[in-house]
């Protein structure tokens, strides 16, 4: 019985292994610069046709344009083992058009798994798109101006309506466009990833698009544009039950981003345990403007050092519409149920704003922000506000691009400015400057129910106040802790201000 069980065994292992192929053995060169596209094609076509298994990039470098990845298959990149993505446009396909957050036709990709289940991409090699070599061509034959015709070049990774999907070890380098984008696709696990993209336009690392049941955790990002980005570019399935923890990101725009593209849920979203670092615009930018209802999202444990604006939250009413012919222009969204604790950040003092500011929350008219708690935040900035830059009008901007810019050039509060906001929490918050702002460290416009326990702020002398409430129906602050003194601790403006409680204030030189 022990002999059956073992050639049984034995069996089941090289059958299993059986389809396994090896993409030189269908005759793909890997000296970078024969096309191996239809090499490798031809190895995953061979590969699913046998039951699926594993492709074998052995060292080498695999020139290639679009790569369609089949059911059951698994690309392993070994050691030394480089996917060069052609520097002819005309080597890519769009399998899945859509319409970005800029009104762009995207989609073309060197990677792609469309319908596909139980798919992954490992090893230790690496996928370089060589994006700027591929945009040197590209603007020689197509003169029509960058914001026009970047859309047309492909994005490195695309994985679209997908189950079951692995990425896992291997290295993301200079994409074309978006690094790598997943589309309506469920139980992802991107794991120990390295992406460095950069020296183009549009190099977001990561772009998780109506996606469910995602684990991202220990992968290491360096971005042109938005490192982590969440985004949903159709109604139909929003992203829901993610987690990610333990990433190290870098980015000439956003670290952190939900939006802009936002038609689906953001919900049940945890993410924890991140360094930031060297951000040119915004920490954490948590965004819904396109209907989609943003709630019950966790943010903690995360650090940020030299990032410019470390935090906006934005309900608009831009109400774009991405999937041309396939969606419908829904009504303004929600924004609610959002806790973001423990994080320290050091905000850069050249920033978008200038003066800087730490953290920028805002409505709509008609449409708060609400139920968002800030606990144990603390944030070091420039200062060097005017009393002047106090009185500043921030713009609505309604149906405007959501962007920090978009509020500028200055906010009036150098702390925490919200507006349009129901049951804002902010707890345990501490600020340092490094020179006296004369603007408050917190304003509120047109909000209900604030709470403001446990700060600690310096003030100057010649500010008008440390708290500024404009329209405030019900607010409580409590627990101050107040270095130097202002004018007046909190001054209540509005006809519609009510219910406004001042607790301990404790000063000190």
């Known amino acids: 019985m022990k002999k059956i069980i073992s050639i049984l065994l034995l069996l089941s292992s090289l059958y299993s292994s059986a389809a396994d192929v090896n993409i030189k053995d269908y005759g793909a060169k890997g000296d970078g610069t024969t096309l191996d596209s239809k090499s490798i094609q031809q190895a ?9 298994g594993k492709v074998i990039f052995p060292a080498g470098k695999y020139l290639s344009g679009t790569i369609v990845i089949k059911d059951n298959i698994t690309l392993v990149l070994q050691k030394d083992a480089l996917i060069l993505g052609s520097t002819d446009i005309e080597a890519y396909d769009n399998i899945d058009p859509f319409t970005d957050g800029l009104g762009i036709d995207v989609g073309w990709a060197l990677l792609v798994a469309v319908d596909a289940k139980n798919i992954g991409i490992e090893g230790e090699g690496a996928i370089d798109g060589q994006g700027a070599a ?3 061509k590209h603007v020689l034959a197509d003169t029509r101006g960058e914001g026009k015709i970047w859309g047309r070049r492909p994005f490195l990774l695309r994985i679209v309506r997908c189950t079951d999907v692995t990425v896992k070890g291997v290295s993301l380098f200079y994409a074309a466009a978006w690094t790598s ?18 020296g183009v336009a549009h190099n977001d690392g990561m772009d998780i698009d109506g996606c469910q049941q995602v684990q991202i955790r220990d992968c290491d990002v360096v971005s042109g544009d938005d490192a982590l980005c969440f ?19 870098k980015s000439n725009q956003a670290a952190i981003k939900m939006g802009t593209e936002s038609m689906a849920p953001f919900e049940n979203i945890d993410i924890s345990h991140c360094e930031i670092y060297d951000t040119r615009n915004g920490g954490i930018k948590l965004l819904t403007v396109d209907g989609a209802h943003l709630r019950n999202v966790t943010i903690s444990d995360i650090t ?9 939250l934005r309900l608009g009413s831009r109400l774009n519409v991405f999937r041309k012919g396939k969606d419908t222009q829904q009504p303004t969204g929600t924004f609610e149920n959002v806790v973001i604790r423990n994080v320290k950040a050091e ?3 050249d920033a978008q704003l200038k003066p800087p500011s730490g953290i920028l929350i805002t409505g709509v008219p008609g449409h708060y922000i609400s139920n968002v708690t800030l606990e144990n935040i603390e944030i070091s900035l420039a200062g060097g506000g005017t009393a002047e830059n106090a009185r500043h009008a921030v713009p609505e901007a309604v149906d405007q691009y959501p ?17 349009h906001v129901k049951g804002l929490t902010l707890k345990n918050i501490r600020f340092k400057v490094d020179s006296a702002d004369l603007r408050p460290a917190f304003i509120a416009e047109d ?4 709470e403001l326990t446990d700060w600690k702020v310096p003030a100057t002398a010649e500010a008008e106040c440390v708290v500024r409430l404009e329209n405030v129906q019900g607010a409580n602050i409590n627990g101050f802790t107040v270095t130097g003194k202002a004018a007046s601790f909190v001054k209540v403006e509005g006809a519609g201000s009510k219910g406004v409680k001042e607790g301990k204030v404790t000063y000190v030189k």
């Open 44 to 52: 995953i076509d061979a590969c699913a046709q046998k039951g699926g």
């Open 304 to 312: 940020m050092k030299n990032v410019h604006t470390p935090m906006l």
């Open 181 to 198: 984008h997943y589309f309506q696709s469920k139980q992802i696990l991107i794991e120990n990833v390295k992406i460095v993209s950069v």
């Open 403 to 419: 962007e920090v810019k978009t509020f500028g050039p200055l906010i009036p509060a150098w702390g925490i400015w919200a507006r």
């Open 231 to 249: 985004k949903t570019t159709s109604s139909t399935m929003g992203c829901k039950d993610i987690t990610v923890t333990r990433m190290k990101l």
């Open 447 to 450: 909000g209900q129910d604030i």
């Open 134 to 136: 591929l945009k040197a």
């Open 347 to 349: 905000a850069a003092a």
